[in-house]
Every structure is written in C-alpha cells, then in structure tokens.
C-alpha cells in the first residue's frame, strides 16, 4: 500500500480488526521508509458496476461518492456515522447484486431517497433538493408538505429524539 505523506511503496500492517458492522476490516498501517501512520479500509467488491450517467457518460460507481452525497444530507442532524454508514453498505450491496452491470445515477438517487426517507426526514428533503433540482423556494415548500402529509417515519421531535406517532 503506498503511502500517503511520502509515496513510498512499502507500509507493514499494524493491526486490522473488522468494523463494527463487519463490512469491511480496518487496517492500521507504518509506512517503512517515514514511519507516518494511516487507516486503510477493505471491503468485499462482488462485481465491478458501471454508473450511466444522465448526459451518457459511463463511469465506474464509487462508493465514496456515495457516502459523501449521504453525510452531506445528514450533516448537523445528529444521526449516528453508523447508521450512515448502514445505508451507504445497504445501497452498495443492492448496486452490486442486481445482477446488473450497469446502474443509472437515477436509480442510485432513488435508492438514497428511499434510505434517507426512512432514517432523517431533513436529511431526505436535502438530498432530494439537489437531486430533484429545486429551482425555487415554493419547490421546497411543496416537497416539504408532501413529506409531513404523508406522516413520514424519519421525523424528529424538536429534543432531537425519533417521534413515536411518525
């Protein structure tokens, strides 16, 4: 594994232990020429899926990039990283055993929708302001009425707790 202070090419493995959802094992790296330290994570990849992209651009699906567009939408909502990182390992394995080799980035948008609906519903009316492009305040306002009649399961009590009645 390279090292990401000096570029060396050698690191010993320190320690490696599972993550606390065994999804992927946490190995703690010395690089052997700089001595720095640093995390790697695996994980197991059961196929290599193509993301179609809107404009028809083809490109490899990340899974970084997906939990990057997820924590954007939970940030500051007092959700668990774990429970984040439940959804983005939820999402990935749908991906990747649909038996598909290829996805749309649309189908990907309504798979977070539909993870994000059911963990925050302020993280899923962010998430749907950017994927669903909305252009205007009254957009927001639509969206927003449509979650809290529909008695959304992700909502949150003003003391930050889950609501029991939904």
Known sequence: MRCPFCAHE?????????????????????????????????????????????????????????????????????????????????????????GESEITSARIGELVMEGLRQLDSVAYIRFASVYRDFSEARDFEEFASAVQQAGHPGKRTEDGGDDAAG
């Open 10 to 98: 050698d690191s010993q493995v320190k320690d490696s232990r599972p993550t606390e959802d065994s999804s992927a094992i946490r190995r703690r790296r010395q690089c052997e020429s700089c001595g720095a330290r640093f995390t790697t994570f695996e994980r197991v990849q059961l196929r290599e899926v193509m993301v179609a992209k809107s404009g028809g651009r083809r490109e490899p699906f990340h899974r970084a990039k997906l939990e990057i567009s997820v924590s954007l939408a939970c940030r500051k909502r007092g959700i668990e990283q774990e429970r984040i990182d439940q959804l983005v390992s939820g999402i990935q394995r749908q991906v990747e055993t649909a």
